[in-house]
């Protein structure tokens, strides 16, 4: 680990800077075709997994970001920016566009990037938002997910986004939260060298797999009877949320976070796949020996969903007491475990110590961020 001395050191050191003075990213909602084929699970999952392959063409939606500050160095490095269940890519803009995004770039990693240089893509993942939502249970499923990411990264590094001032990537930086997060664990497996940096958000190795069967999977339920107005055409093997309890103890750490936040971020929940559960559940973060670019962890130090310590004190919020969990210290540390999963890379982690699994969305989401970019920089990038 670096110290916290060079944490605080500026990301910019030794850039220049030459920003157009424009006081924000310059954003455009994109669309653009994806064709992929994967061996997916057949549901329900047997021991052992019987596969079926499973292809298609799909749309994808995304919102493209040019920086408001030039770098020239990270002119055609591309921040491939990758949501979690129920979320979409306004998770990574503080649950707006850059217009609305909440409480103005408090909670916008967008916003972070591009003040570094850094273009961004946030996509919809497949299944969510303005993307395509094809059959939630045999189609929406991780290894078929990780060909989507394969793909967006091959047509961005082709020069074939649909974006005004057209050109090759020639540096990806993969960022994903939760299930993005395991999609991007994937990608590490199957295609080490799509990424030249990694970092993997609101994951570690060990799921706290019983804060997540008691609390979190019986409070998904389909869709349609979530919210008929928004979710009735849906195939009912899309999935929502209905219960704000279970919403914020699996998504928040108490005290420190904005309620108004909370509320709108539940207000603007969304969806899962029945398949992308199962298979997030079945398959889990595995050992990517073939990937050896750096990869960064940060995972918050009370994720209910991957710490599995109980808390000796539970908080005590306006809706009752909640039981809270921590990742925690050291080299026994969820966090530290987590690099069995990356023998020959550079692995790092940093735990923010006031957060929970919706780090972006913590009062801390600053300094999240500024570690993530730091990162970044130390290795060149
Ligand atoms: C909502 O979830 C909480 C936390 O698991 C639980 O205590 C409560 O009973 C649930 N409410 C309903 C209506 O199911
Ligand atoms: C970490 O684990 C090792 C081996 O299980 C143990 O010896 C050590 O005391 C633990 N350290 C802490 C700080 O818990």
């Known amino acids: 680990m670096k110290t916290a001395l060079v944490l605080v050191a500026s ?4 850039k220049t800077l030459a920003g157009a003075g424009n006081q924000s990213p310059s954003c455009t909602d994109i669309s653009f075709p994806v064709t992929v084929t994967a061996a997916n699970a057949i549901i329900p999952i047997t021991t052992p997994i019987t596969f079926q392959q499973v292809s298609g063409t799909y749309n994808i939606a995304a919102r493209y970001c040019e920086p408001q500050n030039f770098v020239e160095s990270r002119e055609n490095t591309l921040q491939v920016l990758v949501h979690g269940i129920t979320y979409t890519r306004n998770y990574w803009s503080g649950d707006g566009t850059l217009e609305t995004s909440y409480d103005g770039a408090m909670y916008s990693w967008i916003d972070f990037a591009s003040k570094q240089g850094y273009p961004t893509l946030s996509i919809d993942r497949l299944g969510n938002g303005l993307s395509d939502h094809p059959d939630p249970v045999n189609v929406l499923q991780s290894p078929l997910q990780v060909e989507v990411s394969h793909q967006i990264i091959t047509i961005a ?7 005004s001032k057209s050109r090759k990537f020639d540096k990806i930086v993969y960022a994903g939260h939760s299930y993005g997060s395991v999609l991007g664990n994937g990608l590490t497996v199957k295609y080490p060298n799509d990424a030249d940096a990694t970092i993997l958000t609101g994951l570690t190795s060990k799921y706290n797999f019983g804060f997540i ?14 919210n008929p107005k928004k979710w009735s055409t849906l195939n009912s093997g899309y999935l929502a949320i209905d219960n704000k309890t279970a919403f914020e103890l699996g998504f928040y750490y108490p005290g420190y976070f904005d309620q108004g936040l909370v509320d709108l971020d539940w207000e603007n929940s969304g969806t899962v796949g029945e398949g992308e559960l199962e298979s997030a559940l079945v398959f889990g973060p595995e050992v990517a020996t073939g990937y050896v670019n750096p990869i960064l962890d940060i995972t918050g130090q009370h994720d209910s969903l991957m710490c599995t310590n109980p808390d000796p004190i539970t908080a005590r919020t306006p809706t009752g007491l909640w039981q809270t969990y921590n990742c925690g210290n050291g080299d026994n540390s969820s966090l530290a475990e987590t690099k069995s999963l990356y023998p020959n890379a550079d692995y790092e982690y940093y735990a923010p110590l006031a957060s929970g699994h919706c780090l972006n969305f913590h009062y801390d989401a600053q300094l999240t961020f500024d570690y993530a970019h730091n990162w970044l920089n130390w290795n060149g990038f």
């Open 11 to 14: 990301t910019l050191a030794g």
């Open 157 to 163: 590094r082709n020069g074939n986004l649909p974006i």
């Open 213 to 226: 069967e008691s609390v979190f999977v019986p409070a998904v339920v389909p869709a349609s009877t979530v």
